[in-house]
């Protein structure tokens, strides 16, 4: 079945340091790709996607981009700031794998102290 | 507009009754999906409804769990004789879901639930 690896942190940075979260998948057929953010106290809230290789997600400064022949989907960030703080899912929606709910990674704990 | 609600937000209940968990998604989405996050397993996908058909019941844990949607707008999802393996926060999501590929989904603040 389909699956997302990603590492499980917690992931302890200072403000303004370089952020790379990793993600890779393994899917049936071609899926479509997601970064889900929770912040504290916080539903979880879609942060980027890319639905097809080479596409690049970005938002409020994250980008990451659906490399298939590595089958990845790295989250990066320049520049952290403390509000940066959260949880951050990857996941995958593979329509060919028979189910349209998405496949989660355990979630990366992202720690940003001043 | 409003986004997905959820009630109750926290329930605690004693093992072996049945709760009831009530999901209200964004007016106009098609597609409903329940998912359960709970610290051993992350997050699970439970079930998806494409109005009020469930094409894909794969991910209920158990033959206690029962979703319905009803009027292609709110859910339920019942859990009946609660285990205290139950005990998690169950999400739900909503998405437009046009012909072709999936859409963005878009996720409620989920019910907390203790089974004691």
């Known amino acids: 079945g389909d699956s997302v690896t990603q590492m499980e942190g917690p992931v302890t940075l200072s403000e303004e340091a370089f952020l790379t979260i990793n993600c890779t998948y393994t899917?049936?057929?071609?899926?479509?790709l997601f970064w889900y953010v929770q912040y504290p106290g916080e539903g979880l809230q879609l942060l980027l996607k890319?639905?097809?290789?080479?596409d690049k997600g970005s938002n409020k400064g994250f980008e990451a981009t659906y490399r298939k022949e590595t089958t990845s989907f790295h989250l990066e960030k320049g520049s952290v700031q403390v509000s940066d703080s959260a949880v951050y899912f990857c996941?995958?929606?593979?329509?060919?794998?028979?189910?349209?709910?998405?496949?989660f990674g355990k979630g990366t704990h992202l720690i940003i102290q001043p | 507009g409003a986004g997905v609600s959820q009630s109750p937000s926290n329930k605690v209940t004693e093992k072996g009754k049945d709760v009831e968990l009530r999901c209200d998604p964004i007016?106009?989405?098609?597609?409903l999906y329940w998912y359960r996050q709970s610290l051993g397993q992350g997050l699970e996908f439970l079930i998806y409804f494409q109005g009020n058909s469930a094409p894909d019941k794969s991910g209920l844990p158990s033959d206690r769990f029962s979703a319905e949607r009803t009027g292609g707008s709110v859910s339920t999802l019942t859990i009946q004789r609660t285990q205290q393996e139950d005990s998690a926060v169950y999400l739900c999501?909503?998405?437009?879901?046009?012909?072709?590929?999936?859409?963005?989904?878009?996720f409620g603040p989920g019910t907390r639930l203790t089974v004691l």
């Open positions: 890319a639905t097809k290789a080479d």
């Open positions: 999501a909503s998405s437009l879901n046009p012909a072709g590929g999936p859409d963005t989904q878009y």
């Open positions: 899917a049936t057929g071609y899926p479509s």
């Open positions: 007016s106009g989405h098609t597609a």
């Open positions: 996941a995958l929606s593979d329509l060919q794998g028979g189910a349209d709910g998405l496949t």
